[in-house]
């Protein structure tokens, strides 16, 4: 029998049965596929975002990158905003709301002007939104009155936020923009328009892959194509990072902020949640799985927490913080020499190549034997353990201290799988 245990927590004053919501995007853009997601688990969705603009959108316009037999590792939308009229939206919106009360439907919203800001928080208030989320950050607008150009810039944030606070009574969100390289800026305009809570990350400004034989980008569009976002596992890096630096600025500890951006697996919600975020969006392993994968997300966290001892989900939030410190803050007086488990290396040579060629030639080879030694020039940088084909064939070993360093307890990685 699955274990599920109670996930349900808080986010700006709105009960989630669970942190998992679809973000704003193809997977949640009409009546059928939403009432679907909640039948299948997910506690609400940010509704695609509606506007008062109607796309006119191109063909094909998705690619992904790959990585040898992997797929996937990234993904390219050049898709913008919903392509539905604003009325027909809004009565998705009303439906799904009055036949299921206890979902959340927050809905994404992007205007052109401080006007269409205006009209569209109170049209989607009226439907029965129970949070307004504003798009400043999607990265393919044909327009530089929207999208991620309105989300670089701190006054148009603060202006249109305090637009849509003044026409709702709602809690809004902020979804920011990882095309810059301080997100704190404009959350913290965001937050000073009247936003309660912020989101981040949307996607990054892309080339996925160069069509050799049209000589542009992909997705080919008539033989032209174009920078557009990307998401997927291979930016989960990125929106880590954003996300605590938010967290752990003092302008804004306290915003509680919905994180997205390559979350595939019950592991990738938690590292989520460890960082900080309360509430967790999920679009492009939906459109690689499907919405059951909410299944996966809530009994492996289910599992967790029985494991640790965690009764609420909202304990865990943030816990990651404190030890995510700035680099000089980093204890140096020390090296881990990499340890070899002879019995399970299979005398690839791939850490003694990798060691001479990139990193500090501190393994030797035994090539009668075809196994890889350790020797004195190690300097504990452990690229060995990382290209190492074999799970814990390579592992922290001894801690040897820095000449004239005092010697202390040091704490390490154990498990690698």
């Known amino acids: 029998m699955a274990l599920v245990k109670d996930l349900s927590i808080e986010f700006l004053g709105v009960k989630c049965e669970n942190p998992f919501f679809l973000s704003s995007s193809p997977v949640c853009s009409n009546y059928e596929m939403i009432k679907k997601a909640f039948e299948a688990g997910w506690a609400g969705v940010y509704y695609k975002t509606i506007g008062i603009f109607i796309p006119d959108e191109c063909s094909p316009r998705f690619d992904i990158t790959r990585k040898e037999g992997a797929v ?7 898709e913008m905003i919903s392509d539905k009229p604003l009325e027909k939206n809004l009565e998705y919106i009303k439906r799904l709301k009055e036949e ?14 401080e006007e269409e800001w205006r009209i569209l928080a109170k049209k989607v208030t009226e439907a029965g939104a129970d949070l307004i989320e504003c798009n400043f950050s999607c990265p393919q607008m044909t327009s530089h009155a929207m999208g991620s150009d309105v989300g670089q810039n701190p006054e148009l944030v603060e202006k ?9 009574h709602l809690p809004v969100i902020a979804k920011m923009t990882p095309n810059i390289g ?8 965001a937050v ?12 990054i400004k892309s080339i996925t892959n160069i069509d050799i034989e049209n000589l542009t980008a992909m997705p080919v569009v008539n033989a032209k194509s174009s920078i557009s976002g990307y998401s997927g596992a291979a930016v989960k890096p990125i929106a880590l990072r954003f996300i605590t630096q938010m967290k752990q600025h003092e302008g804004l500890t306290d915003i509680p902020i919905t994180g997205m951006g390559g979350i595939e697996t019950w592991n990738d919600a938690l590292e989520f949640l460890l960082v900080g975020a309360s509430n967790l ?3 492009t392993s939906v459109m690689q799985y499907g919405y059951r994968i909410v299944e996966d997300m809530i009994s492996g966290l289910s599992h967790f927490m029985e494991e640790k001892g965690f009764d609420k989900l909202e304990d865990m939030v943030g816990l990651a913080l404190p030890n995510i410190v700035p ?3 980093l204890d140096r007086s020390f090296k881990i ?7 399970k290396c299979v005398g690839c040579g791939r850490c003694y190549v990798s060691c001479f060629d990139a990193a500090h030639q501190a393994i030797d080879w035994d090539k009668e034997n075809r196994k890889p030694i350790i020797n004195d020039k190690c300097v504990g940088c452990h690229l060995c353990l990382n290209v190492c084909p074999v799970l814990d064939c390579i592992l922290p070993g001894e801690v040897k201290f820095k000449e004239g360093r005092q010697e202390h307890e040091i704490e390490m990685k154990h498990k690698y799988i």
């Open 72 to 78: 996937w590792t990234g993904f390219k939308n050049m």
């Open 100 to 113: 299921f009360p206890t979902k959340v439907m927050a809905v994404s919203i992007m205007g052109s002007d």
């Open 160 to 168: 249109y936020t305090r637009a849509v606070v003044e026409s709702t």
């Open 182 to 189: 301080n997100m704190e800026v404009p959350a913290l305009a």
């Open 192 to 203: 000073k328009g009247g936003a309660k809570g912020i989101a981040a990350i949307n996607t």
């Open 281 to 283: 969006q999920v679009t």
């Open 327 to 329: 680099a000089e803050d």
């Open 337 to 343: 020499i990499p340890k070899i488990d002879y019995d």
